[in-house]
């Protein structure tokens, strides 16, 4: 599966975005999706992720409360909605595929990534 995260862009710090992650000829009801973002310089880190069946969802402490995870299964995409985004959430936005239940923030653990959106928060 390869999936395509889009609606990055510039924004002020205390503004919100959505940005979408969608997959080509695949259905994503068949994976748990994850959002992982990468600043300049550091390592790509988890986000959020859905459950692709109970739609439980898992969110980094950095960003608990401000952001939410959510998908539609009739439109075959996954969300993200940040609210109050900070200078620190800076940072090209990926989502990612696994079958994996556990370990949640593992990159190592997710496939099918796309080549991200970029995300740039001004303060």
């Known amino acids: 599966v390869q999936l395509q995260a889009s609606g990055g862009g510039l924004v002020q710090a205390g503004d919100s975005l959505r940005l979408s992650c969608t997959a080509s000829?695949?259905?994503?009801?068949?994976?748990?999706v994850g959002w992982f973002r990468q600043a300049p310089g550091k390592e790509r880190e988890f986000v959020a992720r859905?459950?692709?069946?109970?739609?439980?969802?898992s969110y980094a402490d950095s960003v608990k409360g401000r952001f939410a995870i959510s998908k539609s299964n009739i439109k075959n995409t996954v969300w993200l909605q940040m609210n109050n985004l900070k200078p620190e959430d800076t940072a090209v936005y990926y989502c990612?595929?696994?079958?994996?239940?556990?370990?949640?923030?593992?990159?190592?653990?997710?496939?099918?990534w796309g080549q991200g959106t970029l995300v740039t928060v001004s303060s």
């Open positions: 990612a595929a696994t079958t994996v239940v556990g370990y949640v923030a593992e990159v190592n653990n997710y496939y099918g």
């Open positions: 000829g695949r259905t994503l009801t068949n994976y748990h």
């Open positions: 859905i459950h692709r069946s109970n739609g439980a969802t």
